[in-house]
């Protein structure tokens, strides 16, 4: 895994109940981007370095909105399809 400041990071939540979790890397303390990563946390804004593992996925800033409006996309779908409407 390899980063680049300003590239985000996310961890997907693996328990029922638990979300994951999504921060954007600040610093990347490797001269090849691999990890530690010191990364501002969006759910609760502490920063903090991070040893991601498996879970976890480094995407850019572009890749990070392509998945957003795919995301945007499946639900509006589903919203319409509980509502009867198609758009």
Same mark, same amino acid.
Request: with cysteine; glycine share 10%; charged share 25%.
């Given at each position: 895994?390899?980063? /680049?400041? %300003?590239?985000? *990071?996310? *961890? #997907?939540?693996?328990?029922? @109940?638990?979300? %994951?979790?999504? @921060?954007?890397?600040? #610093?990347? =303390?490797?001269?090849?981007?691999?990890?530690?990563?010191?990364?501002?946390?969006?759910?609760? @804004?502490?920063?903090?370095?991070?040893?991601?593992? $498996? +879970?976890? /996925?480094?995407?850019? $800033?572009?890749?990070?909105?392509?998945?957003?409006?795919?995301? =945007?996309?499946?639900? +509006?779908?589903?919203? +319409? #399809?509980?509502?009867?409407?198609?758009?």
């Amino acid at each position: 895994m390899h980063a /680049r400041a %300003g590239d985000w *990071i996310a *961890i #997907e939540g693996h328990t029922t @109940g638990v979300a %994951g979790q999504r @921060g954007q890397i600040l #610093e990347v =303390r490797s001269a090849d981007g691999s990890p530690p990563f010191l990364v501002h946390w969006l759910s609760d @804004g502490h920063t903090s370095l991070c040893f991601p593992g $498996p +879970d976890a /996925r480094v995407l850019t $800033p572009a890749e990070l909105a392509e998945a957003d409006e795919r995301a =945007r996309k499946r639900f +509006d779908a589903v919203q +319409d #399809e509980l509502s009867g409407n198609s758009r």
